[in-house]
């Protein structure tokens, strides 16, 4: 039976390069700390573990974006990864990818997707 999809916010939370929302996921049989954010109007989810070392990546409780609101940042060492895809662009996890999530934003409602994710 597939999971219930989960509430995480509400559009309205999510601004463009701006604060994101902290949930929490079943990941592998464990739960793991999550963060959705909006860039260019698309909301785009992950975990929240950087590829080189697994850490958190906001900076501060929801902080995910660089300081120009385009790249979202490692707290830890700086990584540089593209919102749309999580793929780091600069830092030592060059060339991986932050794991993305399956989000829906839906009638001003931006839910989780678990049954898309192992």
């Not at 039976?1 to 309205?12: D, F, N, T, V, Y």
């Not at 300081?67 to 707290?75: E, T």
């Amino acid at each position: 039976m597939a999971a219930q999809r989960q509430l995480i916010a509400r559009s309205e939370e999510l601004q463009d390069g701006g604060r994101g929302v902290r949930f929490e996921v079943q990941w592998h049989g464990e739960t793991a700390a999550a963060f959705a954010i909006r860039s260019h109007g698309t909301v785009h989810a992950y975990l929240n573990r950087c590829r080189h070392v697994p850490t958190e990546l906001d900076w501060q409780d929801g902080r995910f974006f660089d300081s120009s609101g385009q790249l979202l940042i490692c707290s830890l060492h700086g990584a540089l990864y593209q919102p749309d895809n999580g793929l780091c662009i600069a830092g030592p996890c060059h060339g991986l990818g932050l794991f993305k999530l399956r989000v829906a934003e839906c009638d001003g409602q931006i839910y989780y997707l678990p049954e898309t994710d192992i």
